[in-house]
Each structure stands twice: as structure tokens, then as C-alpha cells.
């Protein structure tokens, strides 16, 4: 019922920067929070930085002072504005979602997942 759909990722050398981008659409009439996670080859998944509806923000101590999380609310859109860029940032980033549908139950979509991988 709601769908993610992520956009932004690449290859991108060390210390550069990359802007992801996810986009929720569907049945959608309250968004509680947006977010992304990404899983490295051979590893879980962990989360990167979520941000409320409230503007609350949370974030991997691997990437407080170089990652930024925003959102719009309007546009049911979150970013992860990635900076400094490190080898060990490689990985699948999934978006995720959590809010409520019209029908006034609660939902958590995940995108499709996106591919970042930062070397030389």
C-alpha cells in the first residue's frame, strides 16, 4: 500500500559527497517517521539516520558530523546528505518508512534498496 522508491546513489571516490534521496507514495494519511539503513556486504543491516515528523533526528555514531537526514513533509520525501565519504560507507542503503494509512492502521515499508559504494 505504500511504496518507497529511492534515487541518488553510485560510486563516488573517498571524501566526496552523495545526496539520497526516497520518495513515499500510496496510501499514506499520516507519516510518523522516514529513515535509512544500509547493510555492507557479509554484514546485517544497521541503521544510518532516521528524522521524525517533528524533525527529530537520530544517527549511527559512525556518522554524526558527516551524514545530514531532512525531510519533507509535504512531499513525504527524506534525504541523507552523505559527506567525507568513507571506503567502510559501502553498502546497500534501504529507506525506510512508518506512519499511518488511510484506514488509520499503521505501516513500515522499506524501498528496494540502493547501491553506494565510495573507492578509488
Known amino acids: 500500500q505504500v511504496q518507497l522508491v529511492e534515487s541518488g546513489g553510485g560510486l563516488v571516490q573517498p571524501g566526496g559527497s552523495l545526496r539520497l534521496s526516497c520518495a513515499a507514495s500510496?496510501?499514506?494519511?499520516?507519516?510518523?517517521?522516514m529513515g535509512w539503513y544500509r547493510q555492507a556486504q557479509g554484514k546485517q543491516r544497521e541503521l544510518v539516520a532516521t528524522?521524525?515528523?517533528?524533525?527529530?533526528?537520530n544517527y549511527a555514531d559512525d556518522v554524526k558530523g558527516r551524514f545530514t537526514v531532512s525531510g519533507d513533509n509535504a512531499k513525504n520525501t527524506v534525504y541523507l546528505q552523505m559527506n567525507s565519504l568513507k571506503p567502510e560507507d559501502t553498502a546497500v542503503y534501504y529507506c525506510?518508512?512508518?506512519?499511518?494509512?488511510?484506514?488509520?492502521?499503521?505501516?513500515?515499508?522499506w524501498g528496494q534498496g540502493i547501491q553506494v559504494t565510495v573507492s578509488s
Open positions: 528524522i521524525t515528523s517533528g524533525g527529530s533526528t
Open positions: 500510496g496510501s499514506i494519511r499520516a507519516m510518523l517517521a
Open positions: 525506510n518508512a512508518a506512519g499511518l494509512t488511510y484506514f488509520n492502521r499503521r505501516f513500515e515499508s
